[in-house]
């Protein structure tokens, strides 16, 4: 779902994809109906909402899902009420960790994420000491069997991305956050289908484990992400040439 360390990192989840789609799906929801609580359900006059929406989009998720998450946040229909947190944390070999969290339930939310830190060999970190390690950035990733490099960077640059670059069968484009939805009006107007799209916290320098420290880390952050309350992990760990998870 998150996680950016280019996406070396975010193909090792890849091939579970199809398998997480609906636990991705639950995710957008919950933050395109607390971005319409909010600020309204009009895209055109919330940027949150107009965000959340275009990330549901590059996700593949169907019309009717996000205008319901929209109306379930506006009280048109019933919904829940989200707490939104972030913890800073380290996983082992000092990895930096930002984990987004938008809850109905922030002490169970607070357990959950201690624990699975604690079993993983974490720990949560002082405020501000893994933030600054961060800096925003909008991330559009899209199917290098399907695209080549040449055509998706004709059509971003004219959108305004700061770059394209493709590695192990994924192209990723790499823009200003504040250009991310002119970049996205492109590539959806010249027919680009992403697998991916998101403002993203983008680590400015990277951690290398040995493979077994960095299997170790991979699968805490996988539990991570796999928890409800859990919408985003961010890390700064490039895994090692030939990484391998077992």
């Known amino acids: ?17 199809d398998a997480k789609r609906g636990q991705i799906f639950t995710k957008l929801i919950k933050e395109i109906s607390i971005a319409a609580r909010m600020g309204g359900g009009s895209p055109e006059a919330n940027p949150r909402l107009r965000t959340a929406i275009i990330k549901a989009r590059g996700a593949n998720m169907p019309k009717d899902n996000i205008d319901r998450a929209i109306k379930k946040g506006t009280g048109e229909l019933e919904g829940v009420s989200y707490e939104e947190l972030t913890y800073e944390a380290y996983a082992g070999g000092g990895v930096g960790l930002l984990i987004e969290v938008l809850t109905d339930n922030k002490n169970r939310a607070a357990a959950d994420v201690r624990n699975i830190l ?31 490099e040449d055509q998706v960077m004709e059509a971003a640059l004219e959108g305004g991305a700061e770059d394209v670059a493709s590695e192990e069968g994924i192209i990723e484009v790499s823009t200003a956050p504040e250009d991310f939805e002119a970049v996205m009006e ?8 992403t697998l991916s799209a998101e403002v993203s916290m983008v680590a400015e320098s990277e951690i290398t484990l040995d493979n077994d420290a960095a299997a170790k880390a991979m699968r805490m952050i996988d539990k991570l992400e796999e928890n409800d309350d859990v919408q985003n992990v961010y890390h700064n760990m490039a895994l090692p040439e030939g990484f391998s998870p077992e």
């Open 1 to 17: 779902m998150s996680g950016h360390s280019k996406w070396a990192t975010i193909k090792h989840a890849k091939g579970a994809a």
């Open 118 to 148: 604690t079993r993983g060999g974490g720990e949560l970190a002082k405020a501000g000491s893994v933030t600054r390690l961060f800096k925003r950035q909008g991330i559009i990733t899209l199917d290098g069997e399907k695209y080549t």
């Open 186 to 193: 492109v590539l959806g107007a010249k027919g680009f289908e």
